[in-house]
């Protein structure tokens, strides 16, 4: 099987120290984690943790029905960039003296379809949201003009078959209880179980 990139969801509960449990799982397994991004999730209460890996099918199948084994897990994902739609948003730093005189560095930005966060006298910050190429191809750009310093976001992604996880919710607080009941071996037996 080859290699490839996988973007897992994780929904959870928001509990502390639930990252670094999940961060573990990977750790053990020597997997690099290309991107991790968590964030509340549109469940009130669940969070969600978009992480980005590359690797086979079959490891990440079993990823995540490893970190579905921790108590807080709600329910794992994963899912290729054609099953997604996804967005990173990166930060630029360029000298202000510098594009202010070149007319040529304003209109590669409208190209690439920078926005000005911040003007300052010493430097501008402009923001692009796209995919990894896009703006990898804008600090190529950027960089004969001085460009100071650059900072990009995790993945963010929405599935595109999904109906949301409120969804998968509802669907199993209406789900009928099962039929038959599991009956307890030693419920009658207390004394002979509990005593030493």
Not at 14 to 26: D, M, P, Y
Not at 46 to 66: G, S, W
Not at 136 to 144: Q, T
Request: proline share 2%.
């Amino acid at each position: 099987m080859l290699k490839q990139e996988y973007t897992i969801t994780v929904y959870t509960e928001n509990q502390i120290g639930l990252l670094n449990r999940i961060a573990i799982i990977f750790s053990r397994r020597k997997i690099n984690v290309e991107s991790l991004n968590t964030s509340p999730s549109e469940v009130d209460s669940v969070h969600r943790f978009t992480i980005v890996i590359n690797e086979t099918e079959d490891v990440v199948r079993k990823l995540c029905r490893q970190i579905e084994k921790q108590v807080e897990v709600l329910k794992a994902y994963y899912n290729t960039n054609d099953e997604i739609i996804w967005q990173e948003l990166a930060l630029y730093k360029v000298p202000t003296d510098i594009i202010a005189e070149h007319v040529q560095v304003e209109r590669l930005l409208r190209e690439h379809g920078a926005n000005a966060v911040v003007i300052r006298k010493d430097y501008t910050v402009f923001e692009v949201a796209g995919h990894r190429e896009e703006t990898d191809n804008l600090i190529k750009v950027l960089e004969p003009f001085g460009l100071i310093e650059f900072v990009r976001s995790a993945r963010v992604a929405i599935i595109k078959a999904s109906d949301g996880f409120h969804e998968k919710l509802k669907e199993f607080e209406y789900r009928e209880p099962g039929e038959d009941a599991a009956e307890n071996e030693y419920l009658n037996d207390n004394e002979k179980v509990f005593t030493m």
